[in-house]
Structure formats: structure tokens, C-alpha cells
């Protein structure tokens, strides 16, 4: 019930390409769903967050979509650049849990030049 | 302004020993929380604090582990007799308060390394 299931594991893009990765979720109780990067030694980075009574939120290159019927949600990198390279976690939380996030098991995506 | 920040930065330790992890959150913060990364088990939730309060323990994956917090400020996580599976970064993150509305701010973790 608490479990966030993340894919894929590790991704490749060329420079100006689209990296796009999944997360499915459970728990029907999760208000929110928030998407962070990580770079090599250090903690995670709040990169955008989307709430449930929204379809798409988009920031930049960085877009959300979410799927409530199918309790799924994406994060689409549009024109991908090799600062790009970090690995991505989607979590899930609910203020009833003080906010705790559940996290995807993270994808390590890397973008060539 | 300073983020959270966590010492010490890497700890090798014998196993069987106990270790103290030290997180000072972004002043004003109300809620804290502690997080551990490892290989095997992804990032998972341990502990979180609002004010020296720990409302949720749920995470602490044994009775070995503690953590305390004093003043609303700084917290400590301790690890006793230390165990192997117990090696991971720690992490630590605090907001200013325990509701999604607001932003958790990672600290850079402890690197823990059990022998």
C-alpha cells in the first residue's frame, strides 16, 4: 500500500532528446507527488511536485502528468542536456503522515552530447 | 541563507560500536526528518519531528536505532552495536512544517560505513 514503483531503472538520451520516466503508485490516501534529482554526493533536490486535482504541471523543460484513474505519473525532460545527468526519484506523501515522502526506487538517467 | 547540514560527512565504524549522526536543519525549520539511501533498499523513511515531538517512528527498522531532537533545532540519529546492513548514507531534511505545502531541503548525508 505504501510502495512506489518507479521505471526504468537507467536511461539513456541524446542532447536535445525527451527522457521520460514512470512511476506507479498504490495508496489512494497520496495528495502529493513530488519529483527530485539527485547529483553524486549530494541530498536530493525538490525539481517539481504535482497534486492530484491536476492532469499536467509544467515547469520549464520539467512537465508532470498524472493519471489519478490509473494512479500513475510521469516527468517528461524536454530538450535534454547533459546537466541533465543526475538520478530522479518521484515520491508520493499525505499531510495525514506528517508529509513523509515514499520514494521510487530512482532512475539514473544520462544524456550524451 | 544555510541549508541543512550533517556531520559528520563520512564515518567508517567497527561493527558492534554505536554511532552518533548529527543533522543541523535551516533555522526556523519545524519539521525534520531523517531518511536513509542504500543500494539495496532505495531511499526509505526513518524518523521525522515536528518540533522535538516524533510523531512517526515507523521507519526506524530496529530497536538498535534512536533519535532525539532538542530546542526544535538540531537532532541527533544514533545507531547502537552497529551491523553491517546498517552501511548507507543517512539523510537528513527539514521544512518548515510537516505539511506538503512546504519544501523538504536535503542535507548532503553521512556516508556510514560498517566493517
Known amino acids: 500500500q505504501q510502495q512506489v514503483k518507479q521505471s526504468p531503472q537507467s536511461l539513456i538520451v541524446q542532447k536535445g532528446g525527451i527522457s521520460i520516466i514512470n512511476c506507479a503508485y498504490e495508496?489512494?490516501?497520496?495528495?502529493?507527488f513530488p519529483w527530485y534529482q539527485q547529483f553524486p554526493g549530494k541530498g536530493p533536490a525538490l525539481l517539481i511536485a504535482?497534486?492530484?486535482?491536476?492532469s499536467e504541471k509544467k515547469e520549464g523543460r520539467f512537465t508532470i502528468s498524472f493519471n489519478k484513474s490509473a494512479k500513475q505519473f510521469s516527468l517528461h525532460i524536454m530538450d535534454s542536456q547533459p546537466g541533465d545527468s543526475a538520478t530522479y526519484f518521484c515520491?508520493?506523501?499525505?499531510?495525514?503522515?506528517?508529509?513523509?515522502?515514499?520514494f521510487g526506487e530512482g532512475t539514473q538517467l544520462t544524456v550524451n552530447p | 541563507g544555510a541549508g541543512v547540514s550533517q556531520s559528520p560527512s563520512n564515518k567508517v565504524t567497527e561493527k558492534g560500536k554505536d554511532v552518533e549522526l548529527r543533522c543541523d536543519p535551516i533555522?526556523?525549520?519545524?519539521?525534520l526528518y531523517w531518511y536513509r539511501q542504500s543500494l539495496g533498499q532505495g531511499l526509505e523513511f526513518l524518523i521525522y519531528?515536528?518540533?522535538?515531538?516524533?510523531?512517526?517512528k515507523s521507519g526506524l527498522p530496529s530497536d538498535r536505532f534512536s533519535a532525539e531532537r532538542t530546542g526544535g533545532s538540531v537532532s541527533t540519529l544514533t545507531i547502537q552495536r552497529t551491523q553491517q546492513e546498517d552501511s548507507a548514507v543517512y539523510l537528513c531534511?527539514?521544512?518548515?512544517?510537516?505539511?506538503?505545502?512546504?519544501?523538504?531541503?536535503f542535507g548532503p548525508g553521512t556516508r556510514l560505513t560498517v566493517t
Open positions: 531534511a527539514s521544512s518548515l512544517g510537516a505539511y506538503s505545502a512546504y519544501e523538504q531541503y
Open positions: 495508496n489512494t490516501a497520496f495528495d502529493y
Open positions: 504535482i497534486r492530484p486535482d491536476v
Open positions: 515520491a508520493a506523501s499525505m499531510d495525514t503522515s506528517g508529509s513523509r515522502l515514499t
Open positions: 533555522s526556523g525549520h519545524t519539521a
Open positions: 519531528f515536528q518540533g522535538n515531538s516524533a510523531p512517526d
